[in-house]
């Protein structure tokens, strides 16, 4: 089991950043992808950012693409959205997970999941 808990959420006024945190707890945290996702008010999740187990590939929704920067400190256990120039939008719930299909990269399936955080972009 890998235990997930997201941080970093809050309000913040449309261009402004954010970085959000994804600690992980449980089994050996630098086996698994991660990925972010996000799910607002009334619509589907969806996908933001992911990055592989190594931190050396990456990628991104084009919605994001330029302005969003997904990491990770495997020594740290925790990966890192770096969200600049935010839109209203782009208020949600923000997720991260992690997969253990690292080897199928892009990842598609995620395993275990936290609670998420909101991010709140006013205009």
């Known amino acids: 089991q890998v235990q997930l808990v997201e941080s970093g959420g809050g309000y913040v006024q449309a261009g402004g950043s954010l970085r959000l945190s994804c600690a992980a707890s449980?089994?050996?945290?630098?086996?698994?992808?991660v990925g972010w996702f996000r799910q607002a008010p009334g619509k589907e999740r969806a996908f933001v950012a992911g990055?592989?187990?190594?931190?050396?590939?990456?990628n991104y929704a084009d919605s994001v693409k330029g302005r969003f920067t997904i990491s990770r400190n495997n020594a740290k256990n925790t990966v890192y959205l770096q969200m600049n120039s935010l839109k209203p939008e782009e208020t949600a719930v923000y997720y991260c997970?992690?997969?253990?299909?690292?080897?199928?990269?892009?990842?598609?399936?995620?395993?275990?999941w936290g609670q998420g955080t909101q991010v709140t972009v006013s205009s």
């Open positions: 997970a992690a997969s253990q299909w690292d080897s199928r990269w892009p990842v598609y399936e995620y395993d275990y």
């Open positions: 449980g089994r050996t945290f630098s086996n698994y992808a």
């Open positions: 990055i592989s187990w190594s931190g050396g590939r990456t």
